[in-house]
Protein backbone atom coordinates (compact mmCIF):
# COMPACT_ATOMS: atom_id res chain seq x y z
CA UNK A 1 0.00 0.00 0.00
CA UNK A 2 1.49 3.15 -1.08
CA UNK A 3 0.39 5.06 2.12
CA UNK A 4 2.91 2.96 3.95
CA UNK A 5 5.83 3.94 2.17
CA UNK A 6 4.94 7.45 2.90
CA UNK A 7 5.51 6.97 6.55
CA UNK A 8 8.83 7.70 8.21
CA UNK A 9 9.51 6.47 12.07
CA UNK A 10 11.72 8.51 14.70
CA UNK A 11 13.97 5.00 15.72
CA UNK A 12 14.90 6.74 19.02
CA UNK A 13 11.20 6.55 20.00
CA UNK A 14 10.86 2.96 19.33
CA UNK A 15 11.43 0.03 21.66
CA UNK A 16 14.12 -2.38 20.65
CA UNK A 17 13.06 -6.28 19.88
CA UNK A 18 14.67 -10.11 19.88
CA UNK A 19 13.56 -11.53 17.44
CA UNK A 20 12.97 -15.37 18.24
CA UNK A 21 13.24 -18.15 16.05
CA UNK A 22 12.55 -21.60 17.11
CA UNK A 23 12.83 -24.31 15.11
CA UNK A 24 12.66 -28.43 14.37
CA UNK A 25 14.48 -30.23 11.86
CA UNK A 26 14.33 -27.11 9.34
CA UNK A 27 16.05 -26.79 6.10
CA UNK A 28 19.09 -24.94 6.30
CA UNK A 29 17.89 -22.82 2.94
CA UNK A 30 15.02 -21.75 4.65
CA UNK A 31 16.22 -20.78 8.59
CA UNK A 32 18.65 -18.75 6.68
CA UNK A 33 17.03 -17.15 4.63
CA UNK A 34 14.91 -15.93 7.38
CA UNK A 35 17.78 -15.31 9.73
CA UNK A 36 18.95 -12.78 6.84
CA UNK A 37 16.48 -10.99 5.84
CA UNK A 38 15.51 -10.25 9.66
CA UNK A 39 19.40 -9.04 9.48
CA UNK A 40 18.88 -7.07 6.28
CA UNK A 41 15.58 -5.98 6.69
CA UNK A 42 15.51 -4.46 9.94
CA UNK A 43 17.23 -1.27 11.32
CA UNK A 44 20.21 -2.01 13.46
CA UNK A 45 19.23 0.44 16.16
CA UNK A 46 15.87 -1.64 16.67
CA UNK A 47 17.32 -4.84 16.52
CA UNK A 48 18.62 -6.08 19.54
CA UNK A 49 19.56 -9.85 18.30
CA UNK A 50 18.00 -12.66 16.86
CA UNK A 51 17.83 -15.57 18.89
CA UNK A 52 17.34 -19.26 17.37
CA UNK A 53 16.29 -21.67 19.30
CA UNK A 54 17.06 -25.62 18.73
CA UNK A 55 14.18 -27.58 19.58
CA UNK A 56 16.26 -30.82 19.70
CA UNK A 57 16.61 -31.24 16.09
CA UNK A 58 18.40 -34.22 14.57
CA UNK A 59 19.70 -32.97 11.24
CA UNK A 60 23.38 -33.56 11.25
CA UNK A 61 23.56 -29.99 9.44
CA UNK A 62 21.95 -28.22 12.03
CA UNK A 63 24.85 -29.11 14.55
CA UNK A 64 28.09 -27.92 13.87
CA UNK A 65 27.33 -26.39 10.08
CA UNK A 66 25.22 -24.79 11.32
CA UNK A 67 27.05 -23.25 14.66
CA UNK A 68 30.16 -22.51 11.90
CA UNK A 69 27.62 -20.05 9.63
CA UNK A 70 26.56 -18.26 12.25
CA UNK A 71 29.74 -17.70 14.46
CA UNK A 72 30.25 -14.82 11.69
CA UNK A 73 27.33 -13.25 12.41
CA UNK A 74 26.63 -10.26 14.34
CA UNK A 75 23.61 -10.20 17.10
CA UNK A 76 22.55 -13.71 15.96
CA UNK A 77 22.46 -16.40 18.94
CA UNK A 78 21.85 -20.17 18.85
CA UNK A 79 20.33 -21.42 22.14
CA UNK A 80 19.77 -25.73 22.28
CA UNK A 81 16.92 -27.14 24.45
CA UNK A 82 17.98 -30.47 25.96
CA UNK A 83 14.93 -32.91 24.60
CA UNK A 84 12.27 -31.97 22.07
CA UNK A 85 10.20 -28.98 24.28
CA UNK A 86 7.28 -28.50 21.37
CA UNK A 87 7.21 -24.56 19.93
CA UNK A 88 5.34 -23.14 23.37
CA UNK A 89 8.01 -24.08 25.53
CA UNK A 90 11.11 -23.89 22.72
CA UNK A 91 10.29 -19.98 22.01
CA UNK A 92 9.86 -19.17 25.39
CA UNK A 93 13.22 -20.53 26.54
CA UNK A 94 14.59 -17.79 23.45
CA UNK A 95 12.22 -15.36 25.60
CA UNK A 96 13.82 -16.13 28.73
CA UNK A 97 17.69 -14.71 27.12
CA UNK A 98 15.76 -11.79 25.24
CA UNK A 99 17.27 -8.08 26.02
CA UNK A 100 14.74 -6.29 23.77
CA UNK A 101 11.75 -4.40 24.74
CA UNK A 102 9.71 -6.06 22.55
CA UNK A 103 9.81 -10.05 21.44
CA UNK A 104 9.10 -10.54 18.10
CA UNK A 105 8.30 -14.45 17.12
CA UNK A 106 8.60 -16.01 14.15
CA UNK A 107 9.05 -19.18 12.13
CA UNK A 108 11.97 -20.65 11.05
CA UNK A 109 10.92 -20.12 7.25
CA UNK A 110 9.95 -16.76 6.69
CA UNK A 111 11.47 -13.41 4.78
CA UNK A 112 10.73 -9.64 5.92
CA UNK A 113 10.37 -7.27 3.83
CA UNK A 114 11.72 -3.46 3.81
CA UNK A 115 9.80 -1.90 5.87
CA UNK A 116 8.59 -5.16 8.40
CA UNK A 117 9.31 -4.05 11.53
CA UNK A 118 8.82 -0.63 12.62
CA UNK A 119 5.12 -0.67 12.22
CA UNK A 120 4.88 -3.11 14.65
CA UNK A 121 6.84 -1.86 17.05
CA UNK A 122 5.37 1.69 16.78
CA UNK A 123 2.40 0.46 17.04
CA UNK A 124 3.39 -1.39 20.39
CA UNK A 125 4.90 2.23 21.98
CA UNK A 126 1.64 3.84 21.35
CA UNK A 127 -0.37 0.80 23.09
CA UNK A 128 1.77 -1.64 25.20
CA UNK A 129 -1.40 -4.26 25.10
CA UNK A 130 -1.53 -4.60 21.71
CA UNK A 131 -0.06 -7.81 20.25
CA UNK A 132 0.76 -7.31 16.45
CA UNK A 133 0.60 -9.59 13.64
CA UNK A 134 2.46 -8.55 10.34
CA UNK A 135 0.54 -9.30 7.62
CA UNK A 136 1.66 -13.27 6.46
CA UNK A 137 2.24 -13.55 2.65
CA UNK A 138 2.84 -16.39 1.02
CA UNK A 139 6.50 -17.71 -0.12
CA UNK A 140 5.47 -20.86 -3.05
CA UNK A 141 6.31 -24.35 -1.50
CA UNK A 142 7.81 -25.70 -4.85
CA UNK A 143 9.78 -22.56 -6.32
CA UNK A 144 10.14 -20.22 -3.01
CA UNK A 145 8.62 -17.49 -4.84
CA UNK A 146 7.14 -14.59 -2.68
CA UNK A 147 4.15 -13.50 -3.33
CA UNK A 148 3.02 -10.19 -1.51
CA UNK A 149 -0.27 -9.30 -0.76
CA UNK A 150 -1.26 -6.48 -2.00
CA UNK A 151 -4.89 -4.96 -0.86
CA UNK A 152 -6.67 -5.50 2.55
CA UNK A 153 -5.13 -7.89 4.38
CA UNK A 154 -7.48 -11.06 6.13
CA UNK A 155 -7.99 -11.05 9.62
CA UNK A 156 -8.25 -14.14 11.27
CA UNK A 157 -10.65 -16.38 12.75
CA UNK A 158 -11.49 -20.07 13.68
CA UNK A 159 -14.26 -21.98 13.50
CA UNK A 160 -16.18 -24.35 15.97
CA UNK A 161 -14.11 -27.06 15.96
CA UNK A 162 -11.44 -24.76 16.74
CA UNK A 163 -9.49 -24.82 13.48
CA UNK A 164 -8.55 -21.07 12.27
CA UNK A 165 -9.64 -19.94 9.58
CA UNK A 166 -8.98 -16.42 7.95
CA UNK A 167 -11.86 -13.97 6.45
CA UNK A 168 -12.32 -10.68 5.12
CA UNK A 169 -12.48 -7.66 7.56
CA UNK A 170 -15.72 -6.88 8.46
CA UNK A 171 -17.81 -3.69 7.70
CA UNK A 172 -17.95 -2.76 11.46
CA UNK A 173 -14.18 -3.17 11.97
CA UNK A 174 -13.93 -0.90 8.37
CA UNK A 175 -15.50 1.95 9.91
CA UNK A 176 -13.61 2.13 12.79
CA UNK A 177 -10.74 2.77 11.40
CA UNK A 178 -9.86 6.26 9.74
CA UNK A 179 -7.36 4.85 7.57
CA UNK A 180 -6.17 2.31 5.06
CA UNK A 181 -2.67 1.74 7.15
CA UNK A 182 -4.39 2.02 10.99
CA UNK A 183 -4.15 -1.83 12.66
CA UNK A 184 -7.24 -4.19 12.41
CA UNK A 185 -8.08 -5.49 15.10
CA UNK A 186 -8.48 -9.79 14.65
CA UNK A 187 -10.29 -12.15 16.58
CA UNK A 188 -7.39 -14.58 16.52
CA UNK A 189 -3.72 -15.18 15.36
CA UNK A 190 -2.80 -17.21 12.83
CA UNK A 191 0.19 -18.95 14.47
CA UNK A 192 3.98 -17.90 14.97
CA UNK A 193 4.24 -14.07 13.59
CA UNK A 194 4.10 -11.36 15.99
CA UNK A 195 5.12 -8.91 18.22
CA UNK A 196 4.53 -8.47 22.15
CA UNK A 197 5.98 -6.07 24.52
CA UNK A 198 7.98 -8.28 26.45
CA UNK A 199 6.58 -7.13 30.24
CA UNK A 200 3.09 -7.33 28.60
CA UNK A 201 3.62 -10.78 27.55
CA UNK A 202 4.93 -11.80 31.17
CA UNK A 203 1.87 -10.19 32.60
CA UNK A 204 -0.49 -11.75 30.06
CA UNK A 205 1.25 -15.16 31.20
CA UNK A 206 3.26 -15.92 28.34
CA UNK A 207 2.37 -19.19 26.77
CA UNK A 208 0.86 -22.42 28.16
CA UNK A 209 3.32 -24.54 28.89
CA UNK A 210 1.36 -27.52 29.23
CA UNK A 211 0.83 -27.53 25.38
CA UNK A 212 2.96 -30.20 23.39
CA UNK A 213 4.41 -29.67 19.92
CA UNK A 214 2.49 -27.66 17.64
CA UNK A 215 -1.40 -26.40 17.77
CA UNK A 216 -3.62 -24.49 19.93
CA UNK A 217 -1.32 -22.16 21.22
CA UNK A 218 -2.40 -19.40 18.46
CA UNK A 219 -6.05 -19.79 19.82
CA UNK A 220 -5.22 -19.79 23.39
CA UNK A 221 -2.98 -17.18 23.58
CA UNK A 222 -5.94 -14.82 21.11
CA UNK A 223 -8.40 -15.74 23.66
CA UNK A 224 -6.01 -14.61 26.60
CA UNK A 225 -5.23 -11.59 25.33
CA UNK A 226 -8.63 -10.10 24.39
CA UNK A 227 -10.60 -11.82 27.43
CA UNK A 228 -8.16 -10.28 29.73
CA UNK A 229 -8.06 -6.53 28.52
CA UNK A 230 -5.57 -6.26 25.60
CA UNK A 231 -5.88 -6.78 22.18
CA UNK A 232 -4.60 -8.55 18.86
CA UNK A 233 -4.29 -6.78 15.92
CA UNK A 234 -2.55 -6.93 12.41
CA UNK A 235 -0.38 -4.17 10.63
CA UNK A 236 -1.48 -3.99 6.57
CA UNK A 237 1.77 -1.97 6.86
CA UNK A 238 4.38 -5.03 8.21
CA UNK A 239 4.67 -7.79 5.34
CA UNK A 240 6.76 -11.35 6.03
CA UNK A 241 6.41 -14.30 3.92
CA UNK A 242 6.01 -17.82 5.22
CA UNK A 243 6.69 -21.25 3.85
CA UNK A 244 2.85 -22.91 3.75
CA UNK A 245 4.25 -26.76 3.72
CA UNK A 246 1.75 -29.32 2.46
CA UNK A 247 3.31 -31.33 5.26
CA UNK A 248 5.34 -30.59 8.35
CA UNK A 249 8.68 -32.15 8.77
CA UNK A 250 7.42 -33.77 11.94
CA UNK A 251 3.88 -35.54 13.39
CA UNK A 252 1.65 -33.43 14.91
CA UNK A 253 0.39 -35.81 17.82
CA UNK A 254 -1.12 -33.77 20.37
CA UNK A 255 -3.07 -30.77 19.08
CA UNK A 256 -6.45 -32.01 19.55
CA UNK A 257 -5.18 -32.09 23.22
CA UNK A 258 -3.72 -28.03 23.36
CA UNK A 259 -6.82 -27.14 22.14
CA UNK A 260 -8.71 -28.56 24.39
CA UNK A 261 -6.60 -26.95 26.94
CA UNK A 262 -7.70 -23.75 25.40
CA UNK A 263 -11.49 -24.43 25.57
CA UNK A 264 -10.98 -25.68 29.11
CA UNK A 265 -9.79 -22.40 29.94
CA UNK A 266 -11.05 -19.84 27.98
CA UNK A 267 -14.52 -20.42 26.59
CA UNK A 268 -16.59 -21.86 29.49
CA UNK A 269 -20.08 -23.52 28.10
CA UNK A 270 -19.13 -22.99 24.53
CA UNK A 271 -16.62 -25.29 24.71
CA UNK A 272 -19.50 -27.52 23.83
CA UNK A 273 -19.81 -26.68 20.42
CA UNK A 274 -15.69 -27.70 19.96
CA UNK A 275 -16.53 -31.17 21.43
CA UNK A 276 -20.05 -31.85 19.78
CA UNK A 277 -17.53 -31.31 16.52
CA UNK A 278 -14.44 -33.76 17.82
CA UNK A 279 -15.93 -36.35 19.80
CA UNK A 280 -12.65 -37.54 20.47
CA UNK A 281 -11.17 -34.40 22.00
CA UNK A 282 -13.77 -35.48 25.36
CA UNK A 283 -10.99 -38.19 25.81
CA UNK A 284 -8.32 -36.15 25.67
CA UNK A 285 -5.92 -36.55 28.69
CA UNK A 286 -5.60 -32.29 28.56
CA UNK A 287 -3.46 -32.54 32.00
CA UNK A 288 -3.56 -30.00 34.54
CA UNK A 289 -5.08 -26.47 34.25
CA UNK A 290 -5.58 -25.50 37.67
CA UNK A 291 -2.52 -22.67 37.23
CA UNK A 292 -4.04 -21.54 33.97
CA UNK A 293 -7.71 -21.11 35.67
CA UNK A 294 -5.94 -19.35 38.23
CA UNK A 295 -3.75 -17.20 36.17
CA UNK A 296 -7.74 -16.25 34.34
CA UNK A 297 -9.04 -15.42 37.51
CA UNK A 298 -6.36 -13.06 38.64
CA UNK A 299 -6.23 -11.08 35.86
CA UNK A 300 -10.06 -10.79 35.88
CA UNK A 301 -10.51 -11.99 32.28
CA UNK A 302 -13.86 -11.62 30.52
CA UNK A 303 -16.34 -14.71 29.64
CA UNK A 304 -15.88 -16.10 26.46
CA UNK A 305 -19.51 -14.86 25.78
CA UNK A 306 -17.92 -11.06 26.26
CA UNK A 307 -15.43 -11.63 23.34
CA UNK A 308 -17.91 -13.50 21.14
CA UNK A 309 -20.38 -9.92 21.45
CA UNK A 310 -17.86 -7.77 21.32
CA UNK A 311 -14.70 -9.40 19.14
CA UNK A 312 -16.28 -11.75 16.80
CA UNK A 313 -19.45 -10.65 16.52
CA UNK A 314 -19.58 -11.84 13.12
CA UNK A 315 -19.21 -15.53 13.83
CA UNK A 316 -22.55 -17.64 13.93
CA UNK A 317 -23.48 -19.93 16.92
CA UNK A 318 -24.69 -22.64 16.63
CA UNK A 319 -27.96 -23.82 18.86
CA UNK A 320 -26.41 -27.36 19.10
CA UNK A 321 -30.22 -28.18 20.78
CA UNK A 322 -29.98 -31.89 22.26
CA UNK A 323 -31.15 -34.36 20.02
CA UNK A 324 -30.82 -32.39 17.07
CA UNK A 325 -27.32 -32.35 16.19
CA UNK A 326 -24.36 -34.83 15.29
CA UNK A 327 -24.31 -37.74 12.72
CA UNK A 328 -27.44 -38.37 10.80
CA UNK A 329 -27.39 -42.26 9.88
CA UNK A 330 -29.29 -43.43 7.37
CA UNK A 331 -31.72 -46.62 8.40
CA UNK A 332 -32.02 -47.93 4.74
CA UNK A 333 -27.92 -48.24 4.74
CA UNK A 334 -27.06 -48.90 8.56
CA UNK A 335 -23.57 -48.63 8.54
CA UNK A 336 -23.52 -45.14 6.24
CA UNK A 337 -24.57 -41.31 7.56
CA UNK A 338 -24.84 -38.36 5.87
CA UNK A 339 -21.52 -36.81 4.90
CA UNK A 340 -20.52 -33.32 3.50
CA UNK A 341 -18.30 -33.10 0.15
CA UNK A 342 -16.22 -30.62 -0.39
CA UNK A 343 -16.76 -28.85 -3.65
CA UNK A 344 -13.29 -30.24 -5.07
CA UNK A 345 -14.92 -33.98 -4.93
CA UNK A 346 -17.97 -33.27 -7.11
CA UNK A 347 -18.21 -31.27 -10.58
CA UNK A 348 -21.21 -30.00 -9.17
CA UNK A 349 -19.79 -28.15 -6.33
CA UNK A 350 -20.67 -29.05 -3.02
CA UNK A 351 -23.06 -31.28 -1.95
CA UNK A 352 -24.17 -34.55 0.80
CA UNK A 353 -23.22 -37.94 -0.40
CA UNK A 354 -23.17 -41.14 2.20
CA UNK A 355 -20.15 -42.40 4.16
CA UNK A 356 -19.68 -45.25 6.76
CA UNK A 357 -20.54 -43.45 10.48
CA UNK A 358 -17.11 -42.89 12.01
CA UNK A 359 -18.27 -41.26 15.05
CA UNK A 360 -15.39 -38.76 14.47
CA UNK A 361 -17.66 -35.45 13.81
CA UNK A 362 -16.03 -33.65 11.00
CA UNK A 363 -17.83 -34.32 7.65
CA UNK A 364 -20.18 -35.86 9.23
CA UNK A 365 -21.52 -33.44 11.85
CA UNK A 366 -24.70 -32.07 11.19
CA UNK A 367 -27.28 -29.29 12.91
CA UNK A 368 -30.82 -29.21 12.41
CA UNK A 369 -31.57 -25.53 13.70
CA UNK A 370 -34.78 -23.78 15.20
CA UNK A 371 -35.42 -22.04 11.68
CA UNK A 372 -35.61 -25.73 10.01
CA UNK A 373 -32.46 -25.25 8.46
CA UNK A 374 -29.36 -28.12 8.26
CA UNK A 375 -26.19 -26.61 8.60
CA UNK A 376 -22.55 -27.84 8.62
CA UNK A 377 -20.58 -25.65 10.12
CA UNK A 378 -16.83 -26.09 9.67
CA UNK A 379 -14.59 -23.82 7.55
CA UNK A 380 -18.07 -21.43 6.88
CA UNK A 381 -21.37 -22.00 7.53
CA UNK A 382 -23.14 -24.10 4.75
CA UNK A 383 -26.71 -25.14 4.48
CA UNK A 384 -28.29 -28.21 2.64
CA UNK A 385 -30.82 -27.08 -0.30
CA UNK A 386 -32.08 -28.68 -3.38
CA UNK A 387 -30.85 -26.88 -6.54
CA UNK A 388 -34.27 -26.25 -8.77
CA UNK A 389 -35.13 -29.27 -11.01
CA UNK A 390 -31.94 -31.42 -9.37
CA UNK A 391 -32.04 -34.13 -7.13
CA UNK A 392 -28.93 -33.78 -5.60
CA UNK A 393 -28.71 -32.37 -1.92
CA UNK A 394 -26.56 -29.03 -2.41
CA UNK A 395 -24.50 -27.05 0.37
CA UNK A 396 -24.43 -23.70 -0.06
CA UNK A 397 -23.43 -20.62 2.01
CA UNK A 398 -26.19 -19.79 4.93
CA UNK A 399 -27.96 -16.41 5.23
CA UNK A 400 -26.72 -14.17 7.54
CA UNK A 401 -27.88 -14.14 11.01
CA UNK A 402 -31.57 -12.50 11.25
CA UNK A 403 -32.27 -12.15 7.27
CA UNK A 404 -34.94 -14.36 6.03
CA UNK A 405 -34.12 -18.13 5.41
CA UNK A 406 -35.58 -18.98 1.50
CA UNK A 407 -38.12 -21.77 1.48
CA UNK A 408 -35.66 -24.10 -0.67
CA UNK A 409 -32.86 -24.26 2.99
CA UNK A 410 -35.75 -24.93 4.52
CA UNK A 411 -36.46 -29.17 5.81
CA UNK A 412 -38.59 -30.80 7.92
CA UNK A 413 -37.40 -33.70 10.11
CA UNK A 414 -40.75 -36.03 10.78
CA UNK A 415 -42.11 -37.91 13.17
CA UNK A 416 -41.91 -40.90 10.62
CA UNK A 417 -38.33 -40.68 10.29
CA UNK A 418 -38.20 -39.40 7.20
CA UNK A 419 -36.67 -36.06 6.35
CA UNK A 420 -39.08 -33.87 4.06
CA UNK A 421 -38.24 -30.97 1.89
CA UNK A 422 -41.11 -28.99 0.87
CA UNK A 423 -39.64 -26.30 -1.44
CA UNK A 424 -38.96 -29.73 -3.72
CA UNK A 425 -42.03 -32.24 -2.14
CA UNK A 426 -39.18 -34.92 -1.93
CA UNK A 427 -37.59 -36.64 1.11
CA UNK A 428 -33.85 -37.58 1.37
CA UNK A 429 -33.56 -41.18 0.36
CA UNK A 430 -30.58 -42.96 0.46
CA UNK A 431 -29.67 -45.70 -2.59
CA UNK A 432 -26.77 -48.11 -4.09
CA UNK A 433 -24.97 -46.57 -7.22
CA UNK A 434 -24.47 -49.13 -9.63
CA UNK A 435 -21.04 -49.90 -8.75
CA UNK A 436 -22.28 -50.64 -5.20
CA UNK A 437 -21.29 -47.72 -3.04
CA UNK A 438 -24.08 -45.51 -0.53
CA UNK A 439 -25.01 -42.49 -1.96
CA UNK A 440 -28.12 -40.42 -1.27
CA UNK A 441 -30.44 -37.87 -3.12
CA UNK A 442 -34.22 -36.68 -3.56
CA UNK A 443 -37.15 -38.43 -4.23
CA UNK A 444 -40.58 -38.91 -4.36
CA UNK A 445 -42.05 -39.87 -0.56
CA UNK A 446 -42.89 -43.18 -0.50
CA UNK A 447 -44.76 -44.94 2.87
CA UNK A 448 -42.22 -46.62 5.09
CA UNK A 449 -39.31 -46.94 2.56
CA UNK A 450 -36.60 -47.91 4.93
CA UNK A 451 -34.07 -45.36 2.56
CA UNK A 452 -35.89 -42.75 3.84
CA UNK A 453 -35.81 -42.94 7.28
CA UNK A 454 -32.97 -41.14 9.28
CA UNK A 455 -31.66 -40.31 13.01
CA UNK A 456 -29.52 -38.02 14.70
CA UNK A 457 -27.06 -40.33 16.19
CA UNK A 458 -26.83 -40.02 20.09
N1 LIG B 1 8.60 -25.94 16.07
C1 LIG B 1 9.42 -26.24 17.15
N2 LIG B 1 9.20 -27.41 17.84
C2 LIG B 1 8.19 -28.27 17.52
C3 LIG B 1 7.33 -27.94 16.46
C4 LIG B 1 7.56 -26.76 15.75
O1 LIG B 1 10.34 -25.49 17.45
O2 LIG B 1 8.04 -29.28 18.18
C5 LIG B 1 8.82 -24.68 15.33
C6 LIG B 1 8.85 -24.85 13.81
O3 LIG B 1 10.15 -25.24 13.38
C7 LIG B 1 8.44 -23.48 13.33
C8 LIG B 1 7.43 -23.05 14.40
O4 LIG B 1 7.70 -23.85 15.54
O5 LIG B 1 9.51 -22.56 13.34
C9 LIG B 1 6.00 -23.24 13.95
O6 LIG B 1 5.82 -24.54 13.44
P1 LIG B 1 5.31 -24.79 11.94
O7 LIG B 1 5.96 -23.84 11.02
O8 LIG B 1 5.48 -26.24 11.64
O9 LIG B 1 3.78 -24.47 12.09
P2 LIG B 1 2.79 -23.92 10.93
O10 LIG B 1 3.39 -22.68 10.38
O11 LIG B 1 2.73 -25.01 9.90
O12 LIG B 1 1.52 -23.72 11.65
MN1 LIG C 1 5.37 -22.20 9.85
Keep these: ???????????????????????????????????????EMSPSVLLKEIILVDDFSDKVYLKTQLETYISSLERVRLIRTNKREGL????????????????????????????????????????????????????????????????????????????????????????RRKSRIDPIRSPTMAGGLFAVSKKYFEYLG?????????????????????????????????????VFPKKAPYARPNFLQNTARAAEVWMDSYKEHFYNRNPPARKEKYGD??????????????????YLKNVFPDLHVPEDRPGWHGAIRSEGISSECLDYNAPDH??????????????????QFFEYTENKEIRFNSVTELCAEVPERQTYIGMKHCPKDGTIIATNLVWEFRQDGTIFHPHSGFCVTSYRTPEGRGDVHMAPCQPSDKNQFWKFER
Excluded at 102 to 116: R, S, Y
Excluded at 158 to 164: G, K, Q, S
Excluded at 349 to 354: I, P, T, V
Design 289 to 306: ISERIILRDRLHCKSFDW
Design 206 to 242: TYDTGMEVWGGENLELSFRVWQCGGSLEIHPCSHVGH
Design 88 to 175: VRARLIGATYAIGDVLTFLDCHCECVTGWLEPLLERIAENETAIVCPVIDTIDWNTFEFYMQTGEPMIGGFDWRLTFQWHAVPEQERQ
Design 1 to 39: MYECKSQTFNYRKLPTTSVIIAFYNEAMSTLLRTIHSVL
Design 346 to 363: NPTGAHLSLFGCHGQGGN
